[in-house]
């Protein structure tokens, strides 16, 4: 029998307002714990990304929401790599300053970081993003002209050899909305992850290469009382670090299984827990996991927008109140402990016939 690696993956959705998780990269301390536990960690971009900051975990996998989908679903394998060659698209309606910003930042991952990128393209319209709120004050959004970033995407791929996208797109200004004031003093919903996530799922649901998003915006100004949790996104003019961090080693996707076990490939038979938010479960990633033996551990005090319990869904999982709880159940599933023999008092074993009578 082949002992795989103990595999975890940590979802917090985009775009639900969640209060770890929902802000600028405010889930990256919960990832690296969760890290030092296990041997490979599976994330996606919301919780490693934190504008211009961010930090290196060798052990953790960059997967966008779409190909976590398809992965938790069993139609796709995730390879690991060394280093990804980086396609970067600029929205046409980003304008020269800010353009310039980008560009330098970057020049300055090729130099400082040592990252590989190919030769960038500018799409051939303005992507023309605009941003929605649901009913439920969960954010989406749509952009005008979706066929022009396939194609700037297809540009990079088959005459630059792009093996992972990174972009940038011109987002709306809004400095005196109510959700950019409520979600700077870290209260509410990020206006701009669900349209973000539209943008990568395009790509890689299209090309099944990794991608993330940048937002090019306007730097907004000084708030005294910001929170900590919002941070992140004003230290400067651009969000791209993170992306073309976390996009050099993301894992490239397997469209078709192989007949027999290929090195370090993961398929989702090989994930042993899945961490989310306890009103989160509705994603097409948690629902394909929950129906598979991987522990589901839901986190009570990770609170969202969202009203969908595991319970509902009839998903059997495990309900902790915080993530360092979570992180002990992890430690004794990998352990092979019961997590009843942790506790002060354990009931006597009780007949089977006397149970069912």
């Given at each position: 029998?082949?002992?795989?690696?103990?595999?975890?993956?940590?979802?917090?959705?985009?775009?639900?307002g969640a209060t770890i998780g929902g802000y600028a990269g405010d889930a990256?301390?919960?990832?690296?714990?969760?890290?030092?536990?296990?041997?490979?960690?599976?994330?996606?971009?919301?919780?490693?990304?934190?504008?211009?900051?961010?930090?290196?975990?060798?052990?953790?996998?960059?997967?966008?929401?779409?190909?976590?989908?398809?992965?938790?679903?069993?139609?796709?394998?995730?390879?690991?790599?060394?280093?990804?060659?980086?396609?970067?698209?600029?929205?046409?309606?980003?304008?020269?300053?800010?353009?310039?910003?980008?560009?330098?930042?970057?020049?300055?991952?090729?130099?400082?970081?040592?990252?590989?990128?190919?030769?960038?393209?500018?799409?051939?319209?303005?992507?023309?993003?605009?941003?929605?709120?649901?009913?439920?004050?969960?954010?989406?959004?749509t952009i005008e002209h979706p066929d022009s970033l396939l194609r700037a995407?297809?540009?990079?791929?088959?005459?630059?050899?792009?093996?992972?996208?990174?972009?940038?797109?011109?987002?709306?200004?809004?400095?005196?909305?109510?959700?950019?004031?409520?979600?700077?003093?870290?209260?509410?919903?990020?206006?701009?992850?669900?349209?973000?996530?539209?943008?990568?799922?395009?790509?890689?649901?299209?090309?099944?290469?990794?991608?993330?998003?940048?937002?090019?915006?306007?730097?907004?100004?000084?708030?005294?009382?910001?929170?900590?949790?919002?941070?992140?996104?004003?230290?400067?003019?651009?969000?791209?670090?993170?992306?073309?961090?976390?996009?050099?080693?993301?894992?490239?996707?397997?469209?078709?299984?192989?007949?027999?076990?290929?090195?370090?490939?993961?398929?989702?038979?090989?994930?042993?827990?899945?961490?989310?938010?306890?009103?989160?479960?509705?994603?097409?990633?948690?629902?394909?996991?929950?129906?598979?033996?991987?522990?589901?551990?839901?986190?009570?005090?990770?609170?969202?927008?969202?009203?969908?319990?595991?319970?509902?869904?009839?998903?059997?999982?495990?309900?902790?109140?915080?993530?360092?709880?979570?992180?002990?159940?992890?430690?004794?599933?990998?352990?092979?402990?019961?997590?009843?023999?942790?506790?002060?008092?354990?009931?006597?074993?009780?007949?089977?016939?006397?149970?069912?009578?």
């Amino acid at each position: 029998m082949i002992k795989h690696p103990y595999t975890a993956v940590l979802i917090v959705p985009t775009g639900i307002g969640a209060t770890i998780g929902g802000y600028a990269g405010d889930a990256l301390p919960v990832a690296k714990a969760i890290a030092q536990v296990v041997d490979r960690l599976i994330t996606h971009p919301n919780v490693l990304n934190g504008a211009q900051l961010y930090w290196n975990l060798p052990n953790a996998l960059y997967v966008e929401g779409y190909g976590l989908d398809q992965f938790a679903a069993g139609n796709w394998g995730l390879h690991p790599v060394l280093q990804n060659r980086i396609g970067l698209i600029l929205d046409q309606g980003i304008e020269p300053e800010l353009r310039s910003r980008h560009l330098q930042v970057a020049d300055a991952a090729r130099a400082t970081l040592g990252l590989t990128l190919t030769e960038y393209i500018l799409t051939d319209q303005p992507l023309n993003v605009e941003l929605k709120t649901a009913p439920s004050g969960a954010t989406w959004g749509t952009i005008e002209h979706p066929d022009s970033l396939l194609r700037a995407a297809d540009k990079l791929i088959q005459q630059a050899g792009a093996e992972a996208i990174a972009v940038v797109a011109r987002f709306p200004d809004d400095f005196d909305s109510e959700a950019l004031q409520n979600y700077r003093h870290g209260r509410g919903v990020d206006p701009l992850a669900g349209a973000e996530a539209v943008i990568s799922h395009l790509i890689v649901r299209t090309f099944q290469v990794p991608c993330a998003h940048a937002p090019a915006l306007a730097p907004l100004p000084l708030e005294p009382d910001l929170s900590p949790r919002s941070a992140a996104e004003e230290l400067g003019y651009t969000f791209l670090p993170c992306v073309l961090v976390g996009l050099s080693r993301a894992p490239q996707f397997i469209t078709r299984r192989p007949a027999s076990f290929q090195g370090d490939d993961l398929w989702t038979d090989q994930v042993n827990a899945l961490i989310i938010p306890a009103t989160a479960c509705g994603g097409s990633a948690i629902l394909s996991l929950g129906q598979t033996k991987t522990r589901i551990i839901a986190v009570c005090e990770n609170l969202t927008k969202m009203q969908v319990p595991p319970e509902v869904l009839g998903i059997n999982a495990v309900s902790v109140r915080s993530y360092l709880e979570a992180l002990g159940v992890l430690v004794c599933d990998r352990a092979g402990i019961a997590q009843t023999a942790l506790q002060s008092t354990i009931s006597p074993l009780k007949s089977l016939e006397t149970l069912h009578n």
